[in-house]
T-cell receptor
Framework: ETGVTQTPRHLVMGMTNKKSLKCEQH?????MYWYKQSAKKPLELMFV???????ENNSVPSRFSPECPNSSHLFLHLHTLQPEDSALYLC??????????????FGPGTRLLVL | EDQVTQSPEALRLQEGESSSLNCSYT??????LFWYRQDPGKGPEFLFT???AGEEKEKERLKATLTKKESFLHITAPKPEDSATYLC??????????FGQGTRLTINP
């Protein structure tokens, strides 16, 4: 266990549904991240939060909406998704928020299927 | 634009057969190169960080090395439990990691 948990582990949703992914880190870190991992493609950074402020939005469509209520929790709200959004969504955290080369620790991921 | 390329895409070895995985990168001013291991259906597990050319790090049967243009992950006498996808990433600044596509390693008993 890395100290980063994600729920749910698996999610199936229709294109008109609204759902949320949850991530919690128990490492006392200050930065949290959302990544998307699709088959045959490298991990794609979606969002970065540093001390609960969003510092990076990597050209992600507005149907993905992140929320970071505190430094331990991160959510990804999903609405009107497309089938091509089906992927493994990974949460990660790192110690510092200063932009240093801190190791990122990943959760187990949420496997999302959009029908 | 920063790029990370891993080769081979897939590698199949017999148990005990040593080999190396390659990660080549183009980045201005490398500030860190990371190796992760990922098992199917799981998140990446951190292995090593390398910061400067000539640096080496070891963990059990794995050794990571770094030059100015590439990194190698050497696996010595691998076991079936070493089967996984190995990911390389470079630090781009502002907490951004750029990942390669990974090498899928299979060790046959």
């Amino acid at each position: 266990e890395t100290g980063v948990t994600q729920t749910p582990r698996h999610l199936v949703m229709g294109m008109t549904n609204k759902k949320s992914l949850k991530c919690e880190q128990h490492l006392g870190h200050n930065a949290m991240y959302w990544y998307k991992q699709s088959a045959k493609k490298p991990l794609e950074l979606m969002f970065v939060y540093s001390l609960e402020e969003r510092v990076e939005n990597n050209s992600v469509p507005s149907r993905f909406s992140p929320e970071c209520p505190n430094s331990s929790h991160l959510f990804l709200h999903l609405h009107t998704l497309q089938p091509e959004d089906s992927a493994l969504y990974l949460c990660a955290s790192s110690q510092e928020a200063s932009g240093g080369e801190e190791t990122q620790y990943f959760g187990p991921g949420t496997r999302l299927l959009v029908l | 634009e920063d790029q990370v390329t891993q080769s081979p895409e897939a590698l199949r070895l017999q148990e005990g057969e040593s080999s190396s995985l390659n990660c080549s990168y183009t980045v201005s001013g490398l500030r860190g190169l990371f190796w992760y291991r990922q098992d199917p259906g799981k998140g990446p597990e951190f292995l090593f960080t390398l910061y400067s050319a000539g640096e080496e790090k070891e963990k059990e049967r794995l050794k990571a090395t770094l030059t100015k243009k590439e990194s190698f992950l050497h696996i010595t006498a691998p076991k079936p439990e070493d089967s996984a996808t190995y990911l390389c990433a470079v630090f781009q600044g502002a907490q951004k990691l750029v990942f390669g596509q990974g090498t899928r390693l299979t060790i046959n008993p």
